[in-house]
């Protein structure tokens, strides 16, 4: 059995330490926010925090989550600045990237508040959007970057 502590909460995992983190968190627990997309950590779609860092979950070993927090895109409140200003933006066409987009651009914050075009382009990089919405996202993450903090479960 491993520990986890996900979104706030412990859970015991019975799963090999070499499954990845994803599968985890999609079929053991039941997050399915997290998106699976191509399997080989490029596409950002399976973007989760370990320990407050943006990590692609779908090639992170569950032995390395063990005793870290994971938190996942239903770990942040809906009033966290970077959904608002999702929603505000409306940055979403299909959707399907955006759990991965919103997840690296919360760590992005958290570490640099008031980040730079290219910090901003530099941090988002490895998520794809097929959807091409990238003008939008980086609107989205000066309008967070602005917004009144708070937010986190």
């Excluded at 979104?7 to 330490?17: C, D, I, R, S, T």
């Excluded at 983190?21 to 998106?35: A, H, I, N, Q, S």
């Excluded at 943006?54 to 996942?72: F, N």
């Excluded at 490895?126 to 970057?145: D, E, S």
């Amino acid at each position: 059995m491993i520990t986890l502590t996900v979104n706030g909460k412990k859970y015991q995992v019975a799963a090999p330490p070499d499954t990845p983190l994803l599968w985890v968190l999609r079929e053991e627990l039941k997050l399915t926010g997290t998106k699976f997309g191509c399997g080989e950590g490029l596409c950002g779609a399976c973007t989760v925090h370990l320990d407050g860092v943006a990590t692609r979950s779908c090639i992170t070993p569950l032995a390395e989550a063990a005793g870290k927090k994971v938190v996942t895109i239903e770990g942040l409140a809906v009033s966290h600045p970077v959904k608002q200003a999702w929603l505000t933006e409306e940055v979403s066409q299909c959707g399907y990237c955006q759990p991965g987009q919103i997840m690296s651009a919360a760590a992005l914050l958290k570490s640099k508040p008031k980040p730079s075009e290219a910090e901003i382009d530099g941090a988002m990089s490895g998520n794809l959007c097929r959807c091409g919405t990238y003008q939008r996202v980086r609107k989205a993450v000066h309008r967070a970057a602005a917004a009144p903090k708070g937010g986190s479960k």
